[in-house]
């Protein structure tokens, strides 16, 4: 076992230092990009808090027309003030949304499954850069999808994203996938982030886990939580606040947003997390206080 000696083994995250390449820029891991794209991560990314609230409603791309959403004409004018950047599809942001609303948009670029599939792994790039370049998108979402059969395609899929992107200073958000037999654990979520990181995106959106601080730690770009299934709201408050204090940069959620009876309400709860430092008890009974 000679060849073992002096090898480091035990993983070190260096937990009480800050990232060290921030440069003078309030995003993570983007001080060495150009004007574009830090105009656009700057649109995701509020420069005084440095975080984001962003609200997903791409669920219909392979679920239709879910619980909540049945009508986001109705829905978004009354989240709007209250969050930072919309994460849809093209369908839904050129039917529904204004174009003169001031927020920033996460465009969800692919897609290829459904409901009635048992593996929902397999994905194209389903929108052209002109298209999003048209839109004014500030970033690409690309669903991925590692360990699953469909891996091959989607680090295809990100990979021509972020060149495409690149090329246009258009960031992209790399989305971890949980399938119906994927792991849930700090290992798996570890391991899916820091290759999206590598693979280029600027962004990375996944699931809060157990040892989250380390996953944060070991992730150059900005982490951003997805909220997952719906929990209840003081629940979901203090899984939003756990994240920021384990060094997400914001919240992406869909479900505990829009699935709630009080949607406004709880996004506007979130952004207190997000924003203003809030904890998951402030945040609750700041929503307890707003919905009596
Ligand atoms: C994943 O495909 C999409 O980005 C989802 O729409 C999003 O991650 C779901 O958000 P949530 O889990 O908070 O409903």
Avoid at 15 to 27: C, K, M, Q, R, T
Avoid at 33 to 50: A, E, Q, V, Y
Avoid at 266 to 284: D, L, N, P, Q, Y
């Amino acid at each position: 076992m000679a060849d073992l000696e002096g090898l480091k083994v035990e993983k070190n995250y260096h937990l009480s230092e800050p990232f060290a390449a921030d440069g003078n820029f309030h995003v993570k891991g983007a001080a060495n990009l150009d004007w574009g794209m830090k105009k656009r991560l700057s649109s995701i990314f509020n420069p005084t808090s440095g975080n984001t609230v962003m609200f997903a409603f791409d669920h219909g791309y392979f679920m239709g027309s879910v619980s909540g959403l049945e009508r986001i004409d109705l829905l978004l004018p009354k989240l709007m003030p209250h969050i930072d950047v919309l994460m849809g599809t093209r369908g839904a942001l050129r039917t529904s949304v204004k174009p003169g609303f001031r927020k920033g948009v996460a465009l969800r670029v692919s897609s290829g499954s459904s409901m009635l599939n048992d593996d929902l792994s397999h994905e194209v790039v389903a929108v052209d850069i002109e298209d999003a370049i048209r839109m004014d998108v500030d970033c690409m979402a690309v669903q991925v999808f590692i360990g699953a059969e469909g891996q091959l395609e989607s680090i295809d899929n990100l990979s021509k994203v972020i060149n495409m992107g690149s090329r246009y200073s258009i960031p992209t958000l790399g989305v971890v996938a949980v399938g119906k037999n994927m792991e849930r654990t700090d290992q798996y979520f570890k391991l899916a982030t820091r290759i999206i990181a590598e693979l280029g995106a600027n962004i990375v959106k996944t699931y809060y886990c157990d040892k989250f601080d380390e996953l944060v730690a070991a992730c150059p770009v900005p982490i951003v939580v997805a909220g997952g299934k719906k929990l209840a709201e003081k629940e979901a408050l203090e899984m939003a606040y756990q994240s920021i204090q384990g060094g997400a940069r914001g919240l992406d959620m869909g479900r505990n947003i829009f699935q709630s009876y009080h949607p406004a309400e709880m996004a506007e709860s979130i952004g207190k997390i997000v924003h203003e430092r809030f904890t998951g008890k402030e945040a609750w009974e700041f929503y307890r206080d707003k919905t009596k």
